[in-house]
């Protein structure tokens, strides 16, 4: 995670040289013995190095009597000033899952099987969005803070009704940046856990953060050590933590985010070094030396720990003279223990922070209800199902105390700048190298929030080899039936316009090519499963016309066009649990639709249509196995120009042309293992190297299916799931087919 990125300054560093902002300071009473500060810097990961320096304090029996700290180094002191112990804070931030904490969005099993379709149709690098003015508007920040927001807010529980940061158990201040005028910020009152995560506010990694009307980022900006600030809070002793990310060597300055980054980190150091020239004779300096270790090696917190262990150590001796005898320390540190906080009865549920949409809607589905104790984990797994809803770059909570004496939870949401019209554009593309290519680009446009019921407009447009349009209205209906409390209505249509080629049944001869044009109205009812998927029931009707554009001499099926049209009762179901829509890791899919009704084509007859799918994937180690089946039945005429569906292409069964294989009848599995390989760049989520055996066959008509029949294929591929989609390159081979060569990017 490269964390001081990009925009991190432009924003004039050369404001880092002004004076520091300080805020006015009441003259703390004596102590009748020196005053100790501690100040802790920032730095990413490396930060997690103040752990190990606050051990050492605890076990040398130095004590803490202010602190002040800068983004990592404020979020390590804030906790340690709210009165949780130096192994507390260790045990609690070592079983974070960091990759999860960071993630750019919530696990896509949490979200709403909207969201989830929309991220299995089109995978797009960058959601833009598009204002009243028709303008694009790009995310804030790479990295998502919800998580963070979160996990402070669990912290910070127990000293939640302190709002001047004096009143803590240890008086701290964190350092922020005003990114509207480059200027420190020292942060001494309001939310602790939102001051926080404000002095971490790294720009382009981070969103930035609201208060009191400024704009803030990352203190590390203008004073990662921040020694003034402690100073002014009457320190007449500091003990200085430095853990700044060192200078990059010369192999790093050939690229603009290589020379970017240098910097940075130059200007950085630069007001690191004023506030270090400013520490005293009898101050102290731990700097631990972390050698290679990086801001964005949070995996590997116990090695910062034990490091900054290690660089406390050096100063033992310094240490030991204004340490404290071992039971004043002990007194000392039991008058800074918060004890056990009682756990609130909630009164209310509050929504507030945000314009656009309206939480409400989803109050009834909140595990904190009214009359309810408060739960702290139920309380994050709200702010996270509120955030899979898709429509917040900050999804937070807060217990608020009315001057009745009631407790109540306010969530705190922050509607995305670049919504509520959201864009993603994806890719597909496939060779193989022999003439057969494809090409389409795909534009999903989705506007949220039409009527305070939650209705949304979806869009999408592909261009291209295939020609697609569709559009849906979808709308809740929040009525409370069944086992679920959010059935909706749907309205939705769709066109495509594709060329098939025809092929020869044994040789696999192309022998022509006809044009396939349908269009499609339908509407349902539904609902959703919670996370778990959906259910449709509607009516649909679909018009259809084939026309043979190209036949050779061989071909001696039907030579006019043919057109149709259907009626049909639809039932669809589909079930979701991908930890990922490309190369999964973990869970699994499956989709059912049945169709029954009325064709017209050269005369009424009935329709039955059955088309699954099913998906699942399990890793072991670095090792994945994806399972894939899918079967399409159709009762349309056996004598068509062609049949409703076919087989054949990269992992279509492999070692076939594209589509090589038609019929009314479709059965098909595959095999699929891959490994991932190293650490991607930051297009791609991984790289991987895999197999896949591949089995299945077209019918004319579902009567005539035979395992008999099944055809083999199989590809040797390395892929990438990249921000426009995933990509392979491989070998393909059938028995029966041909050996070849495919690139491909688009979902097989």
Not at 729 to 738: D, H, I, K, N
Request: glycine share 12%; with cysteine.
């Amino acid at each position: 995670m490269p964390w001081r990125p990009l925009l991190v300054f432009c924003l004039g560093l050369a404001s880092a040289a002004a004076a520091f902002a300080q805020p006015a300071a009441e003259v703390p009473p004596p102590l009748g013995r020196p005053r100790i500060g501690l100040v802790l810097s920032g730095g990413g990961a490396r930060g997690l190095a103040h752990i190990g320096v606050l051990k050492v304090l605890e076990r040398e029996h130095v004590p803490v009597d202010v602190i002040a700290g800068t983004s990592m180094g404020a979020i390590v002191g804030g906790l340690y000033a709210s009165g949780m112990k130096a192994d507390d804070i260790e045990r609690e931030l070592k079983r974070i899952d960091w990759v999860r904490l960071f993630a750019t969005r919530v696990s896509r099993q949490q979200l709403t099987q909207r969201r989830k379709e929309e991220d299995f149709e089109i995978a797009s690098a960058i959601e833009l969005g598009i204002d009243d003015e028709g303008s694009f508007r790009a995310p804030q920040g790479a990295v998502s803070s919800r998580g963070l927001e979160t996990l402070l807010r669990r912290f910070t529980l127990p000293v939640r009704a302190v709002t001047k940061f004096d009143q803590l158990p240890i008086p701290f201040r964190a350092v922020a940046t005003n990114m509207e005028t480059g200027d420190a910020v020292i942060l001494g009152e309001g939310d602790l856990a939102m001051a926080l995560r404000s002095s971490m506010s790294v720009p382009g990694v981070f969103p930035p953060t609201e208060v009191d009307g400024h704009v803030l980022g990352d203190g590390g900006l203008v004073n990662n050590v921040p020694v003034d600030v402690a100073r002014a809070m009457g320190a007449d002793i500091v003990i200085a933590v430095s853990i700044g990310t060192p200078l990059a060597g010369r192999e790093t300055l050939s690229s603009a985010l290589g020379l970017t980054s240098q910097m940075i980190n130059i200007l950085t150091e630069q007001n690191v070094k004023r506030s270090l020239a400013t520490l005293l004779t009898g101050d102290v300096l731990i700097a631990p030396d972390l050698g290679e270790l990086t801001s964005g090696d949070f995996n590997r917190a116990a090695d910062f720990i034990r490091l900054g262990v290690e660089g406390a150590e050096t100063q033992q001796t310094r240490l030991a003279q204004i340490a404290m005898p071992a039971e004043a320390y002990t007194a000392w540190r039991a008058e800074r223990h918060t004890g056990n906080v009682p756990t609130p009865q909630l009164a209310f549920v509050a929504f507030e922070g945000t314009s656009v949409t309206n939480p409400a809607r989803f109050e009834g589905q909140l595990l904190s209800q009214p009359g309810q104790p408060f739960d702290p984990e139920k309380a994050a797994r709200d702010a996270r199902q509120l955030a899979a809803s898709g429509d917040y770059v900050r999804s937070d909570y807060r217990l608020v105390d009315t001057t009745s004496g009631a407790t109540g939870i306010v969530f705190d949401l922050e509607d995305k700048p670049w919504g509520p019209n959201y864009l993603s554009i994806g890719l597909d593309l496939s060779t193989d190298f022999g003439g057969h290519s494809a090409f389409n680009i795909k534009m999903s446009h989705n506007r949220h929030w039409l009527t305070p019921s939650g209705t949304e407009w979806r869009n999408r447009l592909q261009i291209g080899e295939v020609p697609q349009v569709f559009s849906e209205i979808y709308h809740p209906l929040n009525w409370t039936i069944g086992l679920w409390n959010d059935w909706f209505v749907a309205g939705w249509g769709q066109a495509e316009r594709r060329v098939l080629s025809l092929y020869e049944a044994d040789a696999g001869e192309e022998i022509g090519q006809l044009r396939r044009t349908t269009g499609r109205v339908g509407v349902d009812i539904g609902q959703p499963w919670g996370r778990l998927g959906e259910l449709r029931l509607g009516l649909t009707h679909q018009i259809g016309r084939s026309e043979p554009t190209l036949l050779s001499a061989g071909y001696d099926g039907p030579t006019s066009a043919e057109t149709w049209n259907e009626t049909a009762l639809r039932g669809r179901v589909v079930i979701d649990q991908l930890d990922y829509a490309n190369f999964p890791q973990f869970g699994y899919r499956a989709l059912g639709e049945v169709q029954i009704g009325r064709r017209h084509h050269e005369g009424d007859q009935g329709l039955s249509r059955v088309e699954g799918q099913v998906t699942g994937a399990y890793t072991w180690g670095a090792h994945t196995v994806n399972l894939f089946g899918l079967v399409e039945m159709s009762d349309a005429r056996a004598d068509a120009i062609v049949g409703q569906y076919a087989l054949g292409g990269f992992q279509r069964l492999s070692g076939y042309r594209p589509n090589q294989l038609a019929g009314n009848a479709v059965v098909f599995g595959r095999a699929n293992w891959y490994m991932r390989l190293a650490e991607p760049p930051v297009f791609a989520r991984g790289f991987f190297i895999g197999a896949s055996i591949e089995a299945g066959n077209a019918w004319a008509s579902r009567r005539r299916i035979s395992l008999g029949d099944l055809r083999a294929g199989g590809s040797l591929y390395l892929g990438a799931d990249t921000g426009i989609g995933p990509m392979y390159l491989g070998l393909t081979w059938a028995p029966q087919g041909e050996a070849g060569l495919a690139l491909m990017i688009g979902r097989p």
